[in-house]
C-alpha cells in the first residue's frame, strides 16, 4: 500500500499548501493596502483639516480629535481584516476534521450480528485478498481447515502473506473473493467487537525503554524467557486455536501444522516431519536456519 499511502499524503499536503499559499498571500497584501488607507486618510484629514482650519471652522483641539478617532476606526478595520485572513486557514483545518469525522468505514457490523463464536475452528475457502480495489493480490487462492483447539505455525519469506493471513481472521481487513470463517460462520456474520473479544491478533513490539536489552526483556517478570511464553500458550490456555507467525522454524517446530507460504500462497500444510520430507522451501529453511551461525544462536536460545 505503500504507492496508495504515498499518494494520499501528496494531495493532502498539497491542498493544505495550496490553502497556505492563499492565507500568506491575502496576509501579504493586507498589511500595505490598510497601511495604504491608513496613511491615504491622514493625508486627506490633514489636508482637508488645514483648510478648515485657516478657515476658522475648526480648531486644532477638534483635529486632534479627529486624528484619534480616524486611528481607532482603521485599528478596527486592520483587526477585521486579520479574522478574515484566520478565516481562511481555519477552513483548512475545518475541512480536514470534517474529513475524518464524515469518513466512511470500508468494514461495518451486519443487519442481524451474531453475538457468540461456536468454536475456535477457522477456515479459509477459496480466498483472494488485495489490500486495494484493482491492486496485486497479496494472498492467492488460499484453502485451509484448522481445527478448534489446533496450534498452527506459520512461515514464509518477507512479503510472503503471513501477517495478512492472520489479519484476515479477526476482521482487521475483509477478503476480496472467496471467505473466512470462525467457528463455522462468515467472519463478517459476526459483530466486530464480539469477534474481536474471541480473535486476538498480538503483534511483535519494537518500543524499548532506557536500559540495556536484557533490562527490557525482563521488564514485566524478572525471571520471564522465550521458552516461559511458548509453555504457557502450549499448556496453560487450554482449547484455544493458536496461530503463531515466526520466521524461526525453532518456534514453530512443535506446531500441530505448519502453513508453508510463498509468493501470497501456500505451498504446504503438514507438520514439521512431514514438511522436511516433502517441502523442498521448508527443506531449504530448515538447513539453513540449523546451519552455522543460525545453529550456534538457537542453542543460545534453547539454553536460555
Not at 507438520?271 to 530448515?286: F, M, V
Amino acid at each position: 500500500r505503500e504507492e496508495h499511502e504515498l499518494g494520499k499524503f501528496d494531495k493532502a499536503a498539497l491542498s493544505l499548501y495550496n490553502l497556505n499559499v492563499k492565507a500568506e498571500s491575502l496576509m501579504a497584501l493586507n498589511h500595505p493596502v490598510m497601511n495604504l488607507v491608513v496613511y491615504g486618510c491622514i493625508i486627506a484629514l490633514s489636508w482637508f483639516g488645514a483648510h478648515y482650519i485657516v478657515g476658522g471652522s475648526l480648531t486644532t483641539g477638534q483635529l486632534t480629535s479627529l486624528f484619534t478617532y480616524i486611528m481607532t476606526v482603521m485599528s478596527a478595520l486592520m483587526m477585521l481584516s486579520m479574522i478574515f485572513v484566520q478565516l481562511t486557514q481555519s477552513a483548512a483545518s475545518g475541512k480536514r476534521i470534517a474529513d475524518v469525522i464524515n469518513e466512511v468505514p470500508d468494514m461495518f457490523d451486519p443487519v442481524d450480528p451474531v453475538t457468540e463464536v461456536k468454536d475456535g475452528s477457522i477456515d479459509f475457502e477459496n480466498v483472494y485478498f488485495a489490500y486495494s480495489k484493482g491492486g496485486d493480490y497479496a494472498l492467492e487462492d488460499i484453502n485451509l481447515h484448522i481445527n478448534a483447539g489446533e496450534t498452527v505455525g506459520v512461515i514464509g519469506g518477507t512479503g510472503s502473506g503471513k501477517s495478512s493471513l492472520v489479519f484476515l481472521v479477526s476482521r482487521l481487513y475483509d477478503v476480496s473473493e472467496g471467505c473466512v470463517k470462525v467457528g463455522g460462520l462468515d467472519v463478517r456474520s459476526y459483530g466486530m467487537e464480539a469477534l474481536r473479544q474471541q480473535v486476538a491478533v498480538v503483534l511483535q513490539k519494537s518500543t524499548l525503554f532506557s536500559g540495556t536489552i536484557f533490562e527490557n526483556l525482563r521488564w514485566g517478570r524478572e525471571d520471564a524467557t522465550d521458552a516461559h511464553i511458548r509453555q504457557a500458550i502450549s499448556t496453560r490456555i487450554e482449547g484455544l486455536t493458536k496461530i503463531i507467525i515466526s520466521q524461526r522454524i525453532l518456534s514453530i517446530k512443535d506446531a500441530d501444522r505448519i502453513v508453508v507460504m510463498d509468493d501470497g500462497k501456500v505451498v504446504a500444510f503438514d507438520n514439521h516431519e512431514n514438511l522436511l520430507s516433502s517441502c523442498g522451501i521448508y527443506k531449504d529453511i530448515y538447513e539453513m536456519q540449523t546451519s552455522g551461525a543460525e545453529a550456534d544462536f538457537d542453542k543460545k536460545e534453547v539454553a536460555a
